[in-house]
């Protein structure tokens, strides 16, 4: 039998609508055969600022319990997950403070080779969910990786699809079970993916 995947959940998550997506990619991973870590990154924003807006201190007190991403999960990954919401059409600066931090690994090569896959949330429907994840993407051309988008290979991207990465509207409310659905799927395929990729390489 093959040896099983790991697959890390990376994201950032304000006032838990990527967190969702999150959780629905984990079980999409976990499902496909994969072990799986789900971290979150750092918060870097005030606590002044988390504090003046309800549902976002409610968020970062229910998701402390939730590792924080380290390096060692990105190169103990065979798939990597990126989740984020929209900040102006891009990623949002937590996320990429630690993506920053990677140069070290990059420099040894670490992060190249493996599955790579984005997940997103904006408030309205033409909010940037492309450019976000594209935003995501353009970091894994760096990196070296192999970017597993979802594209139109399930039924159930022809409900809500994106062929870019799961993209979530919260101003139509939390994600649903239909973007919980989209998101599984792209997790599970990009599990599929790396575990052929694993085998493929010895
Ligand atoms: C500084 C800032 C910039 C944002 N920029 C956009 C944007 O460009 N387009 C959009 O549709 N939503 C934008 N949003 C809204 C969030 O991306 C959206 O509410 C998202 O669903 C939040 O996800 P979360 O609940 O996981 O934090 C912005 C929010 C903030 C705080």
Known sequence: MSEPVNVAIIYYSSTGNVHALATGAAEGARKAGADVRMRRVAELAP????????????????????????????????????????????????????????????????????????????????????????????????????????????????ELGNPYGTSHISGFGPPTEVHLNTVRHQAARATEIAQALKQARG
Do not use: C
């Open 47 to 158: 606590d002044h600022v988390v504090a003046g807006k309800a549902e976002w201190a409610e968020h970062v007190d229910s998701t402390s319990d939730i590792p924080e991403a380290s390096h060692d999960d990105l190169t103990w990954a065979d798939a990597v997950l990126l989740g984020t919401p929209t900040r102006f059409g891009a990623m949002a600066s937590q996320l990429k403070q630690f993506i920053d931090t990677t140069g070290p690994i990059w420099e040894q090569g670490l992060l190249a080779g493996k599955v790579y896959s984005g997940f997103t949330s904006t408030y309205t429907n033409h909010g940037g969910q492309e450019s976000t994840l594209l935003s995501l993407y353009n970091v894994v051309y760096h990196w070296g990786g192999v970017i597993v988008p979802p594209g139109y290979t399930d039924p159930v991207q022809y």
